[in-house]
């Protein structure tokens, strides 16, 4: 653990805000930007050091205290030796940052270490304390605040490479923009009624303060902490700008809480002191001021995409550097500091910085990412102008594949597409629409609760179906918006429902003609297109061999195609050495899940060419027997145990519509024999399977129970134990190879986001993403065919805190820094290079034409 990282994630994270509070009101100096107690220390250090000993973490102590103290070598004399806990920034921020004319740059050398500390406490934390150090030594008051959302390295040879052109393949729309920024400054400044939205947040992000106080009795909810942070804000904000009669008003409302007044008592009191600060100071922006400390004045310079986070950012750069020169005193320090932790502690509610793995963990931050802003249409329209035109400003930037989820009427996904049109054709820049597509997903929803006559996730096929006749309406009203629909997805976690819900969908929507009323600007093509498809799959699993499952069922009931994508794929490529090790030999998932993987495992691995070890052989072929007893003989009574090759035909059958599968036998019969006049009931089944695996009676009896028998569904949710064997992991090893051989074959693409993977999967280091696994071509030899078309992405750029530019740059610095086990570079600087501008170059190749 970097010694210094942890000191600032303690005081600046872990530590309760309300011990600086209540120090100060006790006029005991045990918790203050100036000192902090060794005990306190301590309580909070083993969460951020859990691998050090008390001893060690007294080091660590003593170290934090050395490096608050006034430090000549870094300091000028003039500069106030009263620094305390923001030397820690200071010194960090020295260290990692550099300033090239106006643009704020990390070291190349240190962006894996600034991209740990950065997510924990925002890159705005450091960049403003950086620039005010900066400023002040030089003599010089910056004026420019509305740089880039995520800073870039200084590697000048990457960005060179970088600028001859990318394109961004996977960036879900509302998870792309600055969600905490946004959320942040519309809570700073419409502070009052938001208890509706305080509800929403149970807390569970961030677990280190859920009980910090009652021994105290001091325990404030979220909502009453916001409460003090917009308070404590406007007090700085008014002290900066000199202007006393404000700053009095607001610090008699302090007065007001430290003598026992609630905060929720004066709540309308501060929004009245926001408001007047807005009216004061603050720009309106489409007719609406979204920040008092953005000022009017500051628009002569800072009127670009990123305007709005330019008020936010010159508050930070103004407090630090009165703290530097000394015109805070030690109250007005500590109401820094304490707004500081509050506003790291909101942060870390809705960017994911926990240590948690797992689609779950990131879904609960997705979920909660507009919360604050839903309802402030401003804001709304800030969040779609800083995530898309931010992006297709760049000149480098040839295509923007934008995520976005259907409606249930095509009138609401037009009004949706005409809004984006109208925000990006805002901006002065000629080209930025035309280089904007949109894919459409389906989100993945998680299956209600048995019912009669119901299939599985009948939920969401229903609104899928709704959806895409949505689409379609859409699509027919032949508008200009239709060449800028170039093909569909689903998205959400993978264990909610699994590839066969849509299937329909997906034959429904690609094979509708799309007309469209401009060429492409990569082909010349006709004035007919059809939708392309890609998936989010293989990223969240019990098991290695459930995701790769899942990647060839969409392959199998999605009727895939050559130039479709797969989104992530982490399943076809993390080691299985070490993910099982990890799990410690064995996996828990439920029986159903586990009878169909052994299922397709044993009888896939024969399809592929495996050779399969007989000790294996005959494990996977008992486990079955018991599981399908269980499951489902003694639960239907259909006769003896069918053999696993019977299951699987049965298997292939799920990519069908489960209610033709209620039909008695003839009707059966004849409905595989005739075309539907309803055109959506024409792809009800699967093409890829013959129609003899149907007409067998004993298959589609398995398909029916799998879907509408109670007792078999109940017992297929049991959660059971599965130990792995290591004849085990050898073969998903061979599977996966084979798998990435036959994908390269069958022409399919490869969307990976390093970072999103790096924070939501288990990888543990970057130069151990699969990317590596799924074309290493240019680092190292490889065979003919094992190399898949991949590119790089971002996801979710606004949870995960990252920017196109640096996830090309963290692959390139951790291939760099990779090692062997005799510490030997496994890579040379010049193939990293070569490698890079290579997957710069298939990101292209992949974009839906």
């Known amino acids: 653990m970097d010694i210094e990282r942890g000191n600032i994630e303690i005081v600046f994270q872990k530590i309760p805000y309300m011990y600086v509070i209540k120090s100060w009101l006790e006029m005991v100096d045990y918790c203050s930007y100036s000192k902090i107690e060794e005990d306190i220390y301590m309580r909070y250090s083993s969460d951020v050091f859990p691998c050090a000993t008390d001893d060690e973490r007294r080091n660590n102590y003593l170290f934090m205290c050395s490096q608050m103290k006034f430090q000549t070598d870094l300091w000028k004399n003039d500069i106030s030796e009263d620094i305390g806990v923001f030397q820690l920034v200071f010194s960090v921020a020295n260290k990692m940052l550099r300033l090239d004319g106006n643009e704020i740059k990390c070291k190349f050398d240190q962006l894996l270490r600034w991209r740990e500390i950065s997510l924990l406490m925002g890159q705005d934390f450091f960049t403003c304390a950086y620039l005010a150090y900066d400023d002040w030594k030089k003599g010089y008051n910056t004026q420019y605040f509305a740089w880039l959302p995520i800073i870039r390295s200084d590697n000048s040879r990457l960005h060179n490479i970088l600028e001859q052109g990318v394109a961004e393949n996977h960036f879900h729309l509302n998870g792309s923009t600055k969600i905490f920024e946004l959320n942040w400054l519309c809570l700073m400044n419409h502070i009052s009624s938001r208890n509706a939205e305080f509800k929403k947040i149970t807390r569970t992000m961030q677990m280190q303060r859920n009980d910090s106080f009652d021994k105290r009795g001091i325990k404030e909810d979220f909502y009453t902490e916001c409460l003090r942070a917009a308070l404590y804000r406007g007090y700085l904000f008014f002290l900066i700008k000199e202007n006393s009669y404000m700053f009095g008003t607001a610090e008699a409302l302090i007065k007001k809480v430290e003598n026992g007044i609630s905060l929720r008592e004066i709540t309308s009191d501060i929004q009245n002191l926001i408001d007047m600060a807005g009216n004061l100071y603050g720009t309106k922006i489409n007719g609406a001021v979204l920040d008092y400390a953005l000022e009017n004045e500051m628009m002569k310079y800072n009127d670009n995409v990123c305007r709005l986070l330019a008020g936010e950012r010159k508050f930070l750069y103004c407090c630090y550097r009165c703290v530097l020169t000394g015109k805070f005193d030690r109250f007005q320090k500590n109401i820094f500091y304490a707004y500081l932790i509050m506003r790291t502690d909101f942060r870390g509610e809705l960017i994911q910085s926990n240590k948690k793995i797992g689609f779950g963990n990131f879904s609960d931050y997705q979920d909660r990412k507009e919360f604050f802003i839903e309802g402030h249409k401003p804001y709304e329209d800030e969040l779609v102008r800083l995530a898309l035109n931010e992006s297709l400003t760049k000149k480098n930037m040839l295509s923007l594949e934008a995520r976005i989820c259907p409606k249930n009427t095509s009138a609401k996904l037009i009004k949706n597409l005409k809004k984006y049109k109208r925000i990006v054709k805002s901006e002065p820049v000629n080209d930025g629409y035309d280089k904007l597509i949109y894919v459409l997903h389906f989100p993945k929803l998680f299956d209600r609760p048995f019912k009669d006559g119901v299939p599985r996730n009948n939920n969401v096929r229903k609104m899928a179906a709704r959806q895409a006749r949505s689409i379609v309406a859409m699509l027919d009203k032949n508008g200009e918006i239709n060449q800028h629909i170039k093909g569909i997805d689903a998205c959400s976690s993978e264990i909610a429902c699994r590839p066969e819900v849509f299937g329909q969908i997906y034959r429904y929507l690609t094979a509708k003609r799309v007309k469209v009323e401009n060429a492409s600007r990569f082909h010349n093509c006709e004035d007919v297109q059809n939708l392309q498809m890609t998936y989010h799959v293989g990223e969240d699993f019990f098991d290695i061999i459930d995701g790769l499952r899942a990647i060839d069922e969409v392959l199998l009931f999605c009727n895939y195609r050559r130039g479709s994508r797969l989104g992530h794929a982490l399943a076809l490529g993390i080691s299985p050495e070490k993910y099982y090790a990890m799990k410690g030999y064995k996996v828990a998932l439920s029986k159903q899940i586990l009878l169909d993987d052994i299922v397709w495992l044993y009888c896939r691995s024969g399809e592929l ?96 129970y799998y879907h509408f028998n109670k007792k078999v569904r109940e017992k297929g949710n049991e959660v059971t134990e599965f130990k792995v064997t290591k004849e085990y992991i050898k073969l998903v090893r061979i599977m996966q190879d084979k798998m990435i051989a036959e994908l390269a074959c069958k022409g399919i693409g490869i969307e990976t986001n390093p970072s999103s993977n790096y924070l939501i999967g288990t990888i543990k280091k970057y130069e151990e993403h699969p990317i590596l696994r799924f074309n290493s071509r240019k680092l190292k030899a490889t065979n003919t065919g094992e190399n898949l078309c991949v590119s790089i992405n971002t996801d979710d750029q606004g949870v995960f805190d990252t920017l196109l530019e640096n996830e090309y740059a963290l692959m390139t610095l951790a291939l760099k820094k990779a090692t062997d086990d005799d510490m030997n570079a ?13 997957v710069r170059r298939m990101g292209i190749d992949q974009v839906f034409s």
């Open 609 to 704: 060419g495996c050779s399969l070890d007989e000790k294996l052989k005959t494990n996977l072929i008992e486990k079955y027997t018991l599981l399908y007893k269980e499951i489902y003989e003694n639960n239907v009574g259909n006769g003896s145990c069918p053999s696993i090759h019977e299951y699987y035909q049965s298997w292939k059958l799920r990519g069908d519509n489960p209610q033709c599968y209620r039909l008695e036998e003839k009707e059966f019969n004849a409905a595989l024999e005739t075309t539907e006049l309803v055109y959506f009931d024409r792809f009800r089944f699967n093409p890829r399977v013959d129609n003899n695996l149907r007409r067998n009676k004993r298959y589609r009896d398995l398909y029916y």
């Open 826 to 838: 496994l890579y040379d600087i010049e193939d990293i290079y070569e490698w890079s501008d290579y």
